[in-house]
Structures are given as C-alpha cells and as structure tokens.
C-alpha cells in the first residue's frame, strides 16, 4: 500500500505497510533518514520495457493528471490542479518509474483491490486510449 | 506399558532406528520418526502437558499440530510442539509452564480459584490501584506464559532460501497430489509442500477403513514421482500469504521465499472438538487423532474406547480402533438416526453398542484426575439438550471424538477469500475466490475420496487455464452427497463449568455466555474479549465452536455471525526464521578509500557516504571543521564533491526543456557560460538547485543536489515525456567524479595542473571550460559555493582519485588541505547560500527564500510557475534571514529548527546555524515574519531550557557582500 505524497515527490520517503510484521517497521536506518530497501513488499508490477519486476524497483509518481491550459485556467481551477488527488476507490491511472532502467510508465490500478490491469509505456497511451 | 502396536503397512516410524530421549528429566525410548507425543504415549505417558491458565493436565489431542497442549522447551528451543517435534538422539526437554514438573505441576491451584476467575479476569481485577499493576504483573509472570527463554543459549543461523514454481500446492493429500499431477501433465512447474513430514494427508492415517487406500496413495505418488516438474516438500509449513503468490515456507530450519503464479489450497480440514464436561482430560482426542496414532506410530490409543460420533468419519475411527485390538466399550452418536451408511452395519456387526441421539455428558476423571476412567453418558433431548435424569456411566480409558471438521485454509482467508456457510455440511465452504488462488478436496467441502480426487484434479486443471496452459474442459466441482460431516452443535453446558471451547485459553462454555451477557456479542470483540482462538493453536480447534455458540448466544446464523480474521503466519514461526539483513542501498565516490585513509568522519549524505570532516589529532570535532573553514578562507581547500547530481541535457529541445524546468531563462545563455537553476514544483515550492553550464548550443551539463539528484532526475524524464520534447537526459552522476578546489590559492594550485588559461580575464567566475587536468579530460566549471575564488573539476569517475592525490600534491606548498561537509555547511552559510531541504521546506517558495532574482521574467511557462503567480499575489509570512548573534554569548546557542519568538507568539525559525564561524561570531540562517526582517532588528530565539537568545537580523550574505573574492 503506498500513500501518494502529492506533489513532495522523492522530498520525503513513501509510507508502505508492511505485510510481515504487524504494526509497521522499526529500522534504525529508516529513523536516520537512511534509504532502506523495503524487502517486505512483495507485489509484482510489469514493467513494458522490463517485463514483470518486484515493486520494490519502482516508484510511485502519483495519479496521471491532465494539466489545464495554464494561462487559461482560473486560480481554482489551477489549485484543483494542483492539490486535488482522486481517493475513492476505483480503478485509476497512475505513474510508476521503474527505477533501475529510468522508466516511466502507466499503470492502470483498482487501488480499492490494489489489481493492476495493464501497464503500458506514456507514449503508448493514445493508442490504448 | 508398552502400547506399541505390531508393524504395520504405512506406519511412519524407522524400527531399525531407536533413539533415546529424555523427557521431564526420565529417559525413554522412541523410533526415529515418532513425534513426542506419540513416543511417550507409547509409553503411556499421558501427561505431557500443563494448560495454560489452570494448569489442568493436558496431552495429545490433535496430534496434527492443531492444538497446543503439549509444549516443551529443551535449553536451546522454547515453543517447541509435542505433536510436531521428531524425537532424536540426546533430545532432553521438558514441559513449559509448570512449577515440580508437569504430573504434579503445584500450579494447578489456580483451578481451586477458577471460579474467581471469570472472562475478562485481568481488565477487570488488575486496572486498579494502578501503582499496584507491576506487582501483579510481575506474579502474574511467574503463572503464566509458555515457557522461558535461554537468554545464554546460541542464537542457531536461519538461513533464506528463494524457490519460484508456476503452481503452489499446499498439502499432500488426495486432492493436493491429484491437483499437481494434473497441472504438471500440462507442463506447469509444481511445488507442492506439507506440514506433515510424509505425503499422503488423510490417506495416511484414514486407509485402514478406506478400500484400497493404500494403493491409491502409491499410485498417486507412483504418478506424481514420474513427473519431473513436481516437487513435494513434506515437513514444511506453508504459514503465509502475501500479494502476487509470494508465500512463505517454513520448514525446521529456514525461511524459504516463494514465488508462485498460482495457488492450491488443499490443506484439508481440522477435526473440530465437542465441548462436554473434562473434555480436556488426557485420553479425550480428536477421531482422527487416534487414527495418526494407529496409523502413522503403530500406537494403541487406548485399552477400552468410548467414540463420540456425529459422523461417518467417526465410525472409521471406531473400526481403526478396534482393529488396532481397542475394546470400543460405546459409539454414542449425536444424531437421532445415527449413521446410516454401510460403515454403521459393519460397526454393529462387531458387536459394539451404538447409542444413537445420545452425546457424552462428561468424561470421568480417575482419582489423581490425571486420566479418563470413563464416560457418563446420556440421551439428547429433542432440542439437542442432554438428559440427565437418565445418563450412564460406561468405563473407558479413552475417548476419541469425531464429530465434525473446519476448513483449514488459513493461505486462502489471507489471499482475501470468503467462505459462507454450508447447511447441507453443517461448516464453511469457499464462496469468493480470489485471483489464481484454487482450493480443492476437504478443504472445499469434498468428503469422499474419489470426489476428492476429482476436484484435486479440477483445481490442477483450472490452475492451468488460469496460466494458458489447458485449453480443454475444466469438469465441475464435484456435489456433496450424504449426511453432513459436521454437527450443527455439538456442545453442551454443564453447571461445574469444566467444559472447554479453547484449551489453550483454557475457556469454558459459561465464559462466553458472560462475555456475551457483557455485551461482547461480535466476533471479533468475543475473541479479544475471551481470547477465544488466541493462543499458540490460534483458534485451529476453538475457533468454529466459538462461532457455533456465538450464532446461538445471538439468535442469528452462523453467516451472520461470520469469522475472525486469519493472518500470518499458520503457526508459530521462530522469530529467526523472519529476523534477517535488510539491504541498504549504499554509494561510494572514487575518493572514498582516500577520505578514510586520511581519518575522515563518514556521515550519510541520501545513499553516499561522505566526509563529514577530517580528524586531526588533539582536536575536537569543532575545531578540525572551523579549522578546515579557515584554511579555505586562507589559503586552499579541496572537497569532494562527487554526490553532486550530474545530468547531461542535450537535443533540438534543450534549452526550451531548461526553460521549462527550471525557473530561470538559458535561451541567451553563451556556450561557456554557466547558470544558477532553481527548480520548483507543480505548488511553486522549491525542490532542487544547481548549476547549469552550456557546453553547446543544444548541450548543457547540470548538476543537482546530492540527496535530490535521483527524485529530481526521474522528474526531469517525467516532464520530458510530458512535454512531448525531442530532449537526451543522461544521468551521469555514478560515471563522474567531482571536486571543488577553493580558496585564494586555488588558482595556482591548480594552473600547475593544465594548461587552460585560469586567469580572472580568460576564465571569469561563473565560467565553464573544457581542460585537461592531470593529464585527464575534465570540465572545469568556476563556482563560488563557499564564497572563495574555486573551481569545480568533473573528471571520468575512474581517474578522480588521480585528479584528487595529484591537486593534494600540487597544493601542498599552497597549504591545501581537504575539507569536509561540515566545513563546506558553515562557509556556504557565511556566504548566505541556501541549501534546499535545510533552509527551505515543503512549502518553501523563492519569494520566502529571497530568490525571486532566480525567476526569469516574462517566461511563458516553467513547472510551478502558474503558482507562484497566484502565490505571489498574497502576501509574505515569511523570509529567509540572516541572524548575527553576540561574539560571546553567555548561554547556549539556538540548535536548528529552534523557535523565533515575538510577543509569545512564533515568528520563526532556525534553519542552519553556526555557532563558530570564521567571522568569530555565531551565525544563522531562519525564517522570520517580514515585518521584523529588517536588517538591524533584534529578535529573540528560544533555546533549551526556554531562556531565550537575542540575535541581530543581518543582511546576507555575511561574508564578502562585494563578492569580491569569489569574482577574484
């Protein structure tokens, strides 16, 4: 499970449950601020380029959010923009990056069941529609 | 006695091997092969275990690992399981819990107070005095708890294993075996494991009443052993489930992690308790308990047997006990028609008395309570409620009680399965499968053998079209027929209240009607209220009756009373098995062997290690960073910096992407040239800085903060993709090693090194050129981070310890020196430089940092741009100030992130500050409320203890304002 940190990406680490020991992690490196590899979760995610790979290789970007016309917009609709993420459960498209290659790709998630039904590259989105 | 029985066909134990073994300090004797239990009841040892909270003598009840009656500790292990431990050689343990050993354990006193024992015993009788509850803790210590700790003991290694299989199959019965043939002739990889050590599962210890049991179990593994893409693993316990089918396997020794594409869940079922007055004494066991141990030890359970019946299974059991020469004194079954298949004529035909519709009331207990002396007996009301008035006594020495199963599917709950309940069986059933997970045989409610194997051999064959291996038909699962295998009730009250739902937890029947008359009327409060299913067995054989009394205590179905939840892991795990490394990403820079050679203090910057400074003998810690500081500022330092991002940005689109991504302007940029780039996020907020130098007109290097480089980089292709840009970003960092020459004689110093022009005119601050350096290529870029003439060298990772040793070298007549993070932390904050993530936050905008200079004017667009316009409609609360405090301070300094207070109100805070300086007094960084940021204001800061601190806000920077030097 993987909260999105909105717009603070990679300022602060994501907050991930860990699904062998209950109540969360206790790790001496995490407290100092030192990047731990969370060797916990254990959710596959397919990478297009990669094929499927651990979820610990990639990174959470966020839901894709279609930027409004930036002169246009009013200042709320900017703020909307901006701040807004889409919570309830459904399935919603996302950014991963798959770090060890520098791939940003789209993920398409049930994030109430935490099912991926497809990934596919950016480039690729229009003609998956 | 010895109540080994005669070889047998099947039986699990090695005659040739006989090992000794001592138990509660006596020696014994046992097969390799036996379990504890089973060793020591040969020996008719029938006291093996002390419960819980009474005391009471416990033994062998499941003898499958699904209770935890006996637990023994040897010096080295605790927790140990007699139903599951294999005897061996020199093996010496004795019971847990227990004060003058486990046959007359003293503790069993606390029974004598039972009655003042009541559920919910300890929220109720120790939450007040509460200066009192450490006492009672500490007795409470002493009673109960399942065994000590050896604190001396070795720690044994715990190796992790990885195995990956297309198909997991948990359990080796009939459904598992045919399940994995049947996926393996389709080619799946197939891992089958069992908890038990030998395949077979109830085909082991139920063939000697099933007709050709025996065969049909070699056969199986005849077939499974043909194939080679099935692998059985007997002896270890497939104990959780996680995302994606990775389960965790343990066995005795390691923690395997498996990877599988899909998941059968053929784990059977666990024969469920009937709940009658000392139903917990030892000689009272489940059915097929007795069967294991006829048929898997070759032991007699009993001389003379009462069987509790309420299904066919019971009636196996009454053959199997009979055949192993136990006299069955009585089958008393619960339901008024009693069996009615073939078995119960077969049954009669021997000659024992069946008494239909009558249950036992209570087991008898033996003078020294220690074992069953018989069983009163009585018929059923119409109701279900057991007649008294007309019960018998039958003499026994056991009672075996097969009166109904529970799923045992603990993998398929944690994969997020739900089971509904089944009239027609009287227990669970799956009705919501989750993805790639199957579950077949007992464990889906298929009874009999053949359908068991069908619908094992369904599963295998839906695993496979699951993955696209089989195309063909997928058969239906197979419909129960006959009577229910369980008993709708199978529990009756009793006014001595020693009637047991939970031997662990040692509960009685009468503490649920209190919990529920308390209002725990919902499952899961019932169980953490009563700590129903809580103990080590984890509610594998209290769990079912609890519900069964819950639906009747609500009036309501057993549906909508439901279950509690199942998690990892099955069973009790040593904790060695889980404690393992956790790997930490970690980064070196090529001058790292250097650093430590030279007695640097390494500290984490992000993933990289970094000189923090460099220890000088007799110097403490301050001194060596102010003294590295000042030679800086006197003479010549050189620092490593190597973390530095480093990305190249090259393409058609370049210098639009840069526009775009960061805030400044770079379209007039001259090759050689280089910029100050301050990024911002979608909010406006500050997110990184660096240089960004044109090397061409479609080429520019720039750099990114040390712990931001990565998070700011997959931004960088994040946007490139957004934008749709014809843009190359390569990200250089790990390739290049950086270092940063500083000081007034750092010219010189490094002139000696190339033949590129250093003078001021030829190569101005804020200038970039290609050079060679040391006979290396290298990019040296003219910055003035610490506020002193200094350049930055990036050279191919490989050579930077060359470029390193040859400037220390080359700078040793200057008084080079290196200098660390700490050092470099305090000079950039006398020149009033900002470090992103230190002296901004998750808000912080450029307006608030005092770099709106950094914003280009008139840009269409840049990320965070539309928001700093809106932002910078409204006014400050704060900026980023420089505070001077007094040469002498007479108290303790501010720290960072300490209170700026006005009026007691908070008007800002510390973000850096050093409490030496080569200025000679402390100095800050902090943000300030604008209306008290003029320069010359004074303000007050509280320190430690609450005093509070004047300090002067100055405007920054505080060293060389003219810039006079680092323009040098």
């Known amino acids: 499970m993987i909260v999105d940190c909105g717009s603070q990406i990679g300022k602060y680490p994501c907050v991930s449950m860990d699904p062998l020991i209950d109540g969360g992690i206790i790790d001496d490196n995490y407290a100092r601020g030192i990047p731990t590899t969370d060797s916990t979760q254990v959710k596959i995610l397919t990478c297009p380029v990669n094929g499927p790979r651990p979820i610990q290789e990639f990174h959470f970007g966020g839901e894709v959010r279609d930027m409004p016309a930036p002169h246009d917009a009013s200042d709320d609709q900017w703020a909307e923009y901006v701040f807004n993420r889409h919570g309830e459960p459904a399935v919603r498209r996302e950014w991963w990056y798959h770090t060890p290659s520098g791939t940003w790709l789209i993920a398409e998630r049930n994030n109430c069941t935490d099912e991926v039904l497809r990934t596919y590259l950016f480039d690729a989105e229009a003609e998956h529609g | ?968």
């Open chain 2, 1 to 968: 006695m010895d109540r080994r029985l005669e070889p047998r066909a099947g039986e699990w134990i090695d005659r040739d091997r006989r090992v000794e073994f001592r138990f509660e300090g006596t020696a014994y004797t046992g097969f390799a092969g036996d379990v504890l239990s089973s060793a020591l009841w040969a020996h008719d040892v029938r006291v093996q275990g002390r419960s819980f909270k009474y005391h009471r003598p416990r033994s062998i009840y499941s003898l499958a690992g699904h209770d935890a009656n006996v637990i023994v500790e040897s010096g080295e292990h605790t927790n140990l399981r007699g139903d599951l431990l294999q005897v061996r050689d020199e093996l010496d343990v004795r019971a847990v819990n227990t004060i003058g050993g486990v046959q007359r354990d003293r503790l069993n006193v606390t029974e004598k107070f039972s009655r003042l024992l009541p559920v919910g015993f300890y929220y109720k009788a120790f939450y007040t005095p509460r200066r009192l509850f450490p006492f009672f803790e500490n007795q409470m210590r002493k009673v109960a708890g399942l065994g000590k700790i050896n604190v001396h003991g070795r720690c044994p290694a715990s190796p992790k294993d990885y195995a990956f299989c297309d198909l997991a199959v948990v359990g080796a019965g009939p459904a598992g075996l045919a399940g994995a043939i049947a996926a393996a002739e389709q080619g799946l990889d197939v891992l089958v494991v069992d908890d038990q050590r030998h395949p077979g599962g109830s085909l082991a210890w139920q063939t000697g009443s099933v007709p050709g049991g025996r065969q049909l179990l070699r056969e199986l593994l005849d077939r499974a052993g043909a194939l080679d893409n099935i692998r059985l693993q007997g002896g270890t316990q497939a104990g959780g489930w996680y995302t994606d089918h990775w389960i965790g396997l343990v066995d005795d020794c390691r923690l395997t992690k498996l990877r599988a594409r899909t998941t059968l869940v053929a784990s059977g079922v666990c024969e469920q308790p009937a709940v009658f007055q000392h139903n917990d004494l030892p000689g009272v066991m489940l059915g097929s308990a007795a069967q294991r141990l006829i048929q898997l030890y070759s032991v007699r359970p009993f001389d003379s047997a009462v069987v509790l019946a309420a299904n066919r299974d019971a009636y196996r059991v009454t053959l199997d006990l009979l055949d192993a020469g136990v006299a069955v004194a009585a089958v008393v079954d619960l339901r008024p028609e009693g069996e009615t298949s073939e078995l119960s004529v077969q049954v009669a035909a021997t000659g024992v008395a069946i008494y239909n519709g009558h249950t036992i009331y209570s087991a008898l207990p033996a003078a020294n309570r220690n074992r069953v002396d018989g069983a009163l007996i009585c018929p059923l009301a119409a109701d279900g409620s057991p007649v008294t008035g007309s019960a018998t006594e039958i003499d026994c020495d056991g009672i075996a009680v097969s009166v109904g199963w529970a799923p045992n599917v603990p993998l398929f709950y944690q994969a997020g399965g739900r089971m509904r309940y089944d009239e027609s069986r009287h227990q669970f059933v799956p009705s919501e499968m989750p993805s790639g997970l199957f579950v077949a045989g007992r464990a889906n409610g298929i009874y009999e053998l053949p359908d068991q194997i069908a619908d094992g051999r369904r599963a295998g064959l839906t695993a496979s079209a699951y993955l696209g291996c089989f195309t063909g038909e997928v058969p239906e699962v197979p419909t129960h027929r006959g009577p229910p295998p369980s008993h709708p009730y199978p529990i009756f009250a009793h006014p001595e209240k020693k009637n047991f739902v939970d031997l662990d937890e040692d509960l009685h029947l009468a503490d649920f009607v209190h919990a529920h008359q308390e209002g725990y009327d919902n499952i899961e409060l019932m169980k953490r209220y009563s700590t129903l299913g809580m103990g080590p067995s984890q509610g594998k054989i209290s769990n079912m009756n609890g519900v069964r009394i819950l639906a009747r205590l609500n009036d309501t179905t057993i549906d909508a009373t439901g279950s509690t939840t199942s998690r990892p892991f099955y069973q009790p795990v040593p904790m060695g098995h889980l404690a393992g490394r956790r790997f930490h990403p970690l980064r070196r820079t090529p001058m790292h062997a250097w650093h430590v050679q030279a007695d640097a203090e390494m500290m984490y910057a992000g993933t990289w290690l970094r000189p923090e400074y460099y220890r000088a003998d007799g110097h403490a810690r301050n001194e060596c960073i102010l003294n590295e500081a000042r030679n800086v500022r006197n003479n010549v330092g050189v620092i490593d910096v190597g973390t530095l991002g480093k990305l190249e940005i090259s393409g058609p689109d370049a210098v639009e992407f840069l526009e775009r991504i960061y805030t400044g302007r770079f379209a007039k940029q001259t090759v050689g040239q280089l910029r100050y780039g301050l990024a911002c996020d979608e909010t406006g907020v500050i997110i990184d800085d660096g240089i960004v130098a044109r090397l061409a007109d479609d080429r520019f290097y720039v750099t990114a903060t040390s712990s931001g480089a990565a998070a700011f980089f997959r931004e960088m292709q994040r946007w490139a993709l957004i934008f749709q840009m014809d843009v190359t970003l390569v990200n250089s960092t790990g390739h290049l090693a950086a270092m940063n020459i500083a000081g007034p004689n750092s010219r010189e110093v490094l002139q000696s090194l190339t033949d590129v022009d250093l003078a001021g005119a030829a190569f101005p601050y804020l200038g970039v050129r290609p050079a060679v350096v040391a006979g290396v290529a290298a990019l040296l870029i003219r910055v003035g981070f610490v506020g002193e003439l200094g350049y930055e060298l990036h050279v191919p990772a490989a050579q930077g310890l060359h470029v390193w040793t040859a400037l220390c070298d080359a700078g040793q007549h200057a008084g080079i020196r290196p200098f660390g993070v700490e050092a470099q932390r305090l000079l950039r904050l006398e020149k009033g430089h900002l470090i992103v993530g230190q002296d901004t936050d998750a808000l912080t905008t450029p307006s608030e940092a005092d770099m709106s200079w950094a914003i280009g004017k008139k840009k269409p667009f840049f990320v965070g741009g539309r928001a700093l316009a809106i932002q910078n409609r409204k006014p400050l609360t704060r900026r980023l100030v420089g505070l001077a405090f007094s040469a002498d301070p007479a108290g303790p300094l501010p720290k960072e992130c300490q209170l700026i207070i006005n009026n007691q109100d908070i008007v800002g805070r510390i973000t850096s500050i050093a409490p030496q300086s080569t200025l000679g007094y402390p100095l800050a960084m902090s943000f300030l409320r604008p209306d008290l940021a003029e320069p010359g204001n004074d303000v007050q800061v509280k320190v430690d203890g609450g005093r509070l601190v004047t300090a002067k806000v100055v405007k920054m920077p505080f060293y060389d304002p003219e810039n006079a030097r680092q323009n040098a």
